[in-house]
């Protein structure tokens, strides 16, 4: 047996511990605190997202079960349901927030060189929201979606290299996608891919202001008059190419510009879509495989809900909630930063299965990977109606 470090503290070394130290200090986060730090409580948090414990008596039993290598794995207190429980709900979630925004930095540098096309040399992102259902006996706090059901709504803003999340925010469940375009930093020449949730053409016309683009799917009422044609060049792809107006005087007065209008068709399903932007550059084709990859925000929220733990909460203040959320979130982008570095062909997925059975082991984490490619069916593979999906 390899007799280094454990495979769990060697995933832990690749996090920037003096970014953490400083935001524990900023926001006091060690305050009146004697064993258990917010670095054990990260540990342990990171600990149940890997390996999916259910609950804190869960993680409890777990670690205990292995408390001789407690040390070794980076722990510095034993571990106890109880005052887990009190360092999810008094510890500022913004330690972790800002602590998982630090990652996504260091993830972006990484997945800079990912290009999406030929044609797509800027930056581009997609922007959406899911809906976190809690019940609202246990979650009083959380405004009622349906009789007996709260909830709170995630809104992410996705990098499209890398599939890395650059913003995310929480709002009432009942709060309207389209205001998280109020909240962005618009970034000049970068394109914003949305769904039809968020036309709203004050807001656009700002983002074209900003010097940026914007691209969507555009609602079966708008309104248009067709100024002119462009050439279309594979009649089996794009149906058509027009530069527009808005017909409507209230919408003319939010968007007085022109912008094109794209119907693109699936040569599998001879479905067509129509898409709304203000890029006159791209090609029709480049516009179509930049809309499909709008779907890697839906394929990150299943697999945030699927193999991490943000629909199960440990604790019920909004404290802990957040705490949960954006653990998730850094233990989803460190897994991201893990893949890059050890150049591995794997998936996000393949790499979490692996690693969630094998943190107790000495095998050195270059080398665990080395036999875990695509032996697996793809999680995309049941997904495929990419360029219409909602």
Not at 110 to 127: I, M, R, S, V
Not at 198 to 204: A, G, I
């Amino acid at each position: 047996m390899h007799q280094g470090h454990f495979v769990f503290s060697q995933l832990m070394q690749h996090l920037p511990w003096h970014t953490f130290r400083r935001l524990v200090r900023k926001y006091d986060g060690n305050r009146y605190v004697k064993r258990f730090s917010c670095s054990d409580q990260f540990l342990c948090m990171a600990f149940a997202q890997l390996t999916g414990r259910e609950s804190l008596r869960d993680i409890e039993v777990c670690l205990r079960a292995h408390h001789s290598k407690s040390y070794h794995l980076g722990f510095r207190s034993q571990v106890s349901r109880s005052t887990l429980a009190d360092a999810n709900e008094s510890r500022d979630w913004r330690i972790y927030a800002e602590f998982a925004q630090a990652l996504i930095v260091t993830a972006r540098h990484l997945y800079a060189d990912e290009l999406l096309g030929e044609e797509l040399q800027q930056a581009a992102y997609a922007l959406d929201s899911t809906t976190i259902e809690l019940c609202l006996n246990l979650f009083p706090w959380a405004p009622a979606m349906h009789a007996g059901h709260g909830g709170i709504k995630l809104h992410t803003v996705l990098d499209l290299r890398g599939a890395l999340p650059t913003l995310i925010t929480f709002s009432p469940s009942k709060k309207h996608d389209v205001h998280l375009l109020d909240q962005i930093s618009i970034e000049p020449g970068a394109i914003y891919v949305m769904d039809r949730g968020y036309l709203d053409f004050e807001r656009l016309y700002r983002i074209h202001c900003a010097g940026a683009h914007f691209l969507m799917r555009a609602k079966k009422n708008l309104r248009v008059r067709r100024r002119y044609s462009h050439p279309v060049e594979d009649r089996a792809l794009t149906v058509c190419d027009q530069t527009v107006v808005l017909s409507r005087e209230v919408a003319r007065a939010d968007y007085p510009l022109p912008l094109r209008r794209l119907r693109l068709r699936d040569a599998r399903s001879s479905q067509s879509i129509v898409l709304l932007t203000n890029q006159f550059q791209l090609s029709a084709a480049s516009v179509g495989v930049l809309y499909r990859h709008r779907w890697q925000i839906e394929i990150f929220f299943k697999w945030i809900k699927q193999h991490l733990r943000i629909k199960q909460f440990y604790g019920t203040s909004p404290n802990a909630v957040k705490t949960q959320v954006w653990i998730a979130v850094a233990t989803y982008v460190l897994v991201a930063i893990l893949k890059k570095r050890l150049a591995s062909p794997a998936s996000l997925y393949e790499l979490l299965q692996v690693l969630s059975v094998m943190l107790f082991e000495k095998t050195p984490i270059n080398t665990l990977f080395s036999g875990a490619s695509a032996q697996l069916p793809s999680e995309h593979a049941a997904n495929q109606l990419i360029l219409f999906g909602d």
